[in-house]
């Protein structure tokens, strides 16, 4: 986008990178409903004193990895979008295709 011009392919970019963003966002916000859930179930276990601990502890990790993942694709996602938006900077995956086998530059 050397003079900010709008061609086909940038807008086509653009609208790609926020479907990406607004997927994204959608697992975040899930996975966090999710582990507010799984939050809220095991106050309730640990207060019982409830063997089944150590399962409702899995979960809980488990929610937190997919949690964390979650945000991590959507701040990716957002740094993307942004990037580009702002700054006309491809993100390295687009870049990555568009070389022959995967090269980013010349060497």
């Known amino acids: 986008m050397a003079a900010r011009g709008l061609d086909l392919k940038s807008v086509e970019l653009a609208a790609k990178l926020r479907r990406e963003l607004d997927h994204a966002g959608t697992e975040y916000e899930r996975a966090t409903a999710e582990y507010k859930r799984l939050m ?11 063997p089944v ?3 409702g502890s899995y979960a809980i990790r488990q929610a937190l990895r997919i949690h964390r993942s979650a945000r991590l694709q959507y701040e990716r996602a957002l740094r993307n979008f942004t990037d580009y938006i ?3 900077k491809l993100p390295l ?6 070389q022959p086998d995967g090269d980013a530059g010349p060497k």
């Open 86 to 88: 702002l700054y006309g």
């Open 93 to 98: 995956e687009v870049v990555d295709r568009s």
């Open 53 to 55: 601990i150590a399962d």
């Open 40 to 50: 809220n179930v095991s106050r309730d276990v640990f207060r019982l004193d409830d």
